[in-house]
């Protein structure tokens, strides 16, 4: 479904602050695949991210999605095959407008976007629909401006922008690190509900251990620009937060440092 | 007196509509949109020039409304896909227009005594002129609602609201921010035409000070109406543009204050520094006398556990 060849992306090239982001990175995500992605700090994992979303370029290699190649996309245009959620609850959403028309806007992912109702009768009644799945009442909130709701209620809506529409991809960076645990839960809870039931292909970057071996049924470790390891779902099922970090310190050859790293 | 102030509000509803265009840039989009003092004029300049040589008003006016687009997809373009700061593309087009507008009209200015304008057939009975214009502001004004609640016009929204979000999902914000100054600038030219018509001339200084005016109108609805919603908004808007002009009408009648007609523009970078500086020094005051009280509460509250 995703295929990135021998991507490249250099930050700074040719200055002192020259800094290798991702160096002849190889990953193939199968339709389906769940994949969590962890690394210590400077790793690449949020790069990885931007260039498979358009917002960065490679500077060598190819992305492809479904078989075509997308490198030469900007991002706007490859929003029709990437739904994404980012790790500000505040980036996902336009705040002054209601959440119906948030959900609207979603709604059009990809589409070209013309000059029918934004929020027509039929769409509101499917938006009600698709409120109710996240159990946060907020389909009785439908008029409310996005920016009155809390954090975990604006990234819940993010979730349910970024796959109500069953996108080909869908990317997750550290899209609970914001929230507090209990809300991080909910996320997490429904994240997992959400792409189950529609078969989503998700790359999820976090830096929950116990998240990242709880979810999905891939997990692959990032150091330094690579992908140092990536763990099949027989192996994973019975893998534990020490036994991973003991693997990440034994092939990088230094513990995983993230300051946020929360080890679950 | 009863007379200054029907001409007021004739004025502000006819300024209404370089209300609304800068209520686009400056509120929707969050792009301080410097072209309109170039577009106004520009709009009053194809609106005479098109009438002194014979043609309809209304297909004169319809073509300020094109020259507006026009003017303001030019600074969308330099902002956008030439990179250039916002503040640096408005400045750049209201200075071409002015050469333009100097080009279009052949001289600095065009008269329009005895020529029939939009207002020729209504001119002579008061209440029918504002009828007219505010029928016509108003269609306009909903027209305009009705664009911001389609795909494309929420798309247009987002994009001053949160553009990496509607990037997200597919928005493309160049060209919705040139959709969008090009609108507004569109509104503002309908403006400059109109208030050509009204004048009898058009002139190439006529643009000066207008995105302040169209700011005062802005910020004086909002003050008093709110901002719930967009089609709120727009209202308070063209409110705002009536009630900016009558509060001119009645300083200049006051006559102990002895203003002069020049001193119209320092009289609304004022209203808009006042309108600007208050809700800023309130909110300050708000915050603090805010948390002042929260945590007296928390500290109250402490105590009465007897300390942590």
């Not at chain 2, 058009?202 to 909002?222: N, R």
Request: one cysteine or more.
């Amino acid at each position: 479904m995703l295929e990135l060849n021998h991507v490249s992306k250099l930050f700074n090239p040719g200055t002192p602050d020259e800094k290798i982001a991702l160096i002849d990175i190889q990953l193939k995500l199968n339709p389906g695949d769940f994949v969590t992605v962890i690394g210590s700090n400077g790793a690449g994992k949020s790069t990885l991210m931007n260039i498979i979303s358009g917002v960065l370029k490679p500077d060598l290699g190819d992305v492809k999605i479904g078989g075509t190649s997308i490198s030469h996309l900007p991002e706007f245009q490859r929003s029709r095959w990437i739904g994404r959620v980012f790790q500000d609850p505040m980036a996902g959403t336009a705040p002054t407008m209601t959440i119906e028309e948030n959900l609207a806007m979603a709604y059009r992912r990809g589409k070209p976007r013309g000059l029918s109702w934004g929020v027509s009768a039929a769409r509101r009644k499917l938006f009600r629909e698709q409120l109710q799945r996240l159990g946060l009442g907020l389909e009785n909130r439908l008029k409310a401006k996005v920016g009155l709701l809390s954090g975990g209620e604006r990234q819940a809506l993010s979730l349910l922008m970024a796959t109500f529409t069953k996108p080909d991809i869908l990317l997750l960076d550290e899209h609970t690190a914001a929230l507090d645990p209990a809300r991080a839960e909910l996320i997490t809870r429904l994240t997992e509900s959400i792409v189950r039931e529609m078969k989503l292909t998700t790359l999820m970057v976090t830096h929950n251990m116990e998240q990242a071996i709880r979810l999905g049924n891939r997990l692959i470790m990032m150091d330094k620009g690579r992908i140092i390891l990536d763990i099949p779902e027989n192996r994973k099922r019975d893998l534990t937060v020490p036994q991973l970090l003991a693997e990440f310190e034994r092939i990088s050859g230094h513990k995983l440092a993230d300051d946020r790293v929360v080890l679950g | 007196m009863f007379q200054s102030l029907t001409g007021a509000v004739e004025l502000g509803l006819m300024y209404a509509l370089l209300a609304l265009g800068v209520y686009i840039t400056f509120r929707i989009l969050d792009f301080p949109d410097l072209t309109v003092d170039g577009s106004f004029a520009t709009g009053g300049a194809i609106a005479a020039v098109m009438i002194s040589h014979g043609y309809e008003a209304w297909i004169a006016t319809l073509a300020a409304f094109a020259g507006g687009l026009a003017a303001g997809a030019c600074t969308g373009l330099l902002h956008t896909k030439g990179k250039i700061n916002g503040l640096l593309s408005g400045i750049l087009m209201m200075i071409a227009l002015y050469s333009i507008n100097i080009r279009i009209m052949g001289k600095p200015n065009v008269s329009l005594i005895n020529a029939d304008t939009l207002f020729s057939p209504i001119d002579s009975v008061t209440w029918k002129y504002i009828l007219v214009l505010a029928i016509v502001v108003f269609a306009i004004k909903l027209l305009l609602d009705a664009f911001l609640h389609t795909d494309k016009g929420l798309a247009l929204r987002a994009t001053g609201d949160n553009n990496r979000m509607i990037r997200s999902f597919g928005g493309n914000t160049d060209n919705a921010t040139i959709l969008g100054i090009s609108l507004s600038n569109g509104l503002v030219a309908i403006s400059g035409a109109l208030i050509a018509q009204d004048s009898g001339f058009a002139d190439v200084t006529m643009g000066v000070g207008m995105i302040v005016i169209g700011l005062a109108s802005v910020i004086i609805g909002e003050a008093i109406l709110g901002t719930r919603g967009v089609f709120w908004t727009t209202f308070a808007v063209v409110i705002g543009s009536i009630v900016y002009r009558i509060v001119l009408a009645l300083a200049y009648r006051a006559e102990w204050l002895k203003l002069k007609s020049t001193d119209l523009k320092l009289i609304t970078a004022l209203i808009v520094i006042v309108a600007l500086v208050i809700p800023t020094i309130r909110r300050h005051y708000k915050q603090k006398s805010n948390a002042r009280k929260r945590t007296a509460e928390l500290a109250v509250s402490a105590r009465g556990k007897g300390g942590i």
